[in-house]
């Protein structure tokens, strides 16, 4: 069982930067993949980037690929980041991290439904 905790949203201008954490607690944690996915007001839950539970591989989706950055740390702080840069109003959304039993060999999951865990959310605003 893994519990989830983000925190680190918040109300930011156009070009700016936030920086979100993950804090997970249970067992484990360091045997699962870690995601993080978006939600904007009136529309669907969306992947954002990925991360094995390694650390070793990352994925991201086109609309973030080049401004946010995935990391995690598996020692004392078993906490997972998302660095969001160069942020745009169309990042508006309530941000949740996930985590789900690593595969190793098999492809990152992007699907929110594969995701075992879940967070709260954590509201990042962007203002134009």
């Known amino acids: 069982q893994v519990q989830l905790v983000e925190s680190g949203g918040g109300l930011v201008q156009a070009g700016g930067s936030l920086r979100l954490s993950c804090a997970a607690s249970?067992?484990?944690?360091?045997?699962?993949?870690m995601a993080w996915f978006r939600q904007a007001p009136g529309q669907g839950r969306e992947f954002v980037a990925v991360?094995?539970?390694?650390?070793?591989?990352?994925?991201y989706a086109d609309s973030v690929k080049g401004r946010f950055t995935i990391s995690r740390d598996n020692d004392a702080q078993n906490t997972g980041y998302l660095q969001m840069n160069s942020l745009k109003p169309e990042d508006t959304a309530v941000y949740s991290c996930?985590?789900?039993?690593?595969?190793?060999?098999?492809?990152?999951?992007?699907?929110?439904?594969?995701?075992?865990?879940w967070g709260q959310g954590t509201q990042v605003t962007v203002s134009s």
């Open positions: 996930a985590a789900a039993p690593g595969r190793p060999g098999l492809r990152l999951r992007v699907l929110s439904h594969e995701y075992h865990y």
């Open positions: 249970g067992r484990g944690f360091s045997n699962y993949d």
């Open positions: 991360i094995s539970w390694s650390g070793g591989t990352t994925y």
